[in-house]
């Protein structure tokens, strides 16, 4: 997904952590102790392979609802159906509500948005839609989070250059083969320092099942995890004041450790 080449070869979560180090060096954020690495879902997976080529430039590392590798928590039969769904012609109405059922609990897709907004005074950010002025262009609330997110979706898969079936394949076959052993994993929290790391995960994380949370805060023994009891595979926006406030905690207290 993304403006990027998609060229047609296997792709991986380690490949793609390549990318990370030579844009960050592209960048100029070349110093000891200098990035603070945020990694969901996918993006955990590559943030574990950064974490491992480059340790000691990371000052915090924060895992969200990721894996270290794939383990089958349902029956057999219905892991098959749930891998092979998400590769078979549907209606557009039918993928949406797909999406949001693995993404989402039902309970937070059910009630009302009341998402921060941007507004006028969020750095960087342009009215809605296309609008010179934020008297005319401000955001607004959806009726439910169902229908936001069902918009996102919409407005995402309008982008064919941006989103297209052939880049969603082969990021789904990288993080398939995505798979840091144990022993990977104890490099990993030695490297970076445990007390720089947090994992997250939701109870009721239908696209990466709990038990995969459970089994990465136990290899990797974090300096902090938590367990979210009855949230799904998004927090970030699920959590947002949650989130945002421990994700800022990590980033004051990882700031003033030495190097």
Not at 184 to 212: A, Q
């Amino acid at each position: 997904m993304g403006r990027s080449d998609k060229p047609v070869m296997r792709y991986s979560t380690s490949e793609m952590a390549k990318d990370v180090v030579e844009l960050a060096d592209h960048l100029g954020w070349t110093q000891e102790r200098e990035l603070h690495v945020i990694g969901v879902s996918m993006g955990g997976m590559i943030a574990q392979e950064l974490g491992q080529l480059i340790p000691e430039r990371i000052c915090s590392l924060s895992l969200f609802s990721t894996l270290a590798r794939f383990q089958r928590t349902v029956p057999f039969l219905q892991n098959l159906r749930n891998r092979v769904s998400m590769f078979l012609p549907k209606s557009l109405d039918r993928t949406i509500i797909d999406v949001a059922y693995n993404m989402f609990p039902d309970s937070w897709l059910d009630a009302p948005d009341t998402l921060r907004l941007p507004s006028s005074t969020t750095p960087g950010c342009l009215p809605a839609g296309g609008h010179a002025d934020w008297e005319s262009g401000a955001y607004s609330h959806f009726p439910t989070n169902f229908a936001r997110i069902a918009a996102q979706d919409l407005e995402k898969r309008s982008d064919t250059d941006g989103f297209g079936p052939k880049g969603f394949i082969l990021q789904a076959i990288a993080a398939g083969w995505h798979d840091m052993s144990s022993e990977r994993l104890k490099e990993l929290g030695d490297k970076v320092g445990r007390e720089r790391i947090l994992v997250v995960h939701g109870t009721e994380d239908r696209m990466l099942t709990f038990p995969h949370g459970e089994a990465l805060i136990k290899q990797l023994e974090p300096g902090q995890s938590y367990v979210r009891e009855g949230r799904g595979h998004v927090l970030l926006i699920e959590e947002q004041d949650w989130h945002d406030e421990t994700i800022a905690k990590l980033w004051a207290k990882t700031a003033s450790l030495s190097l």
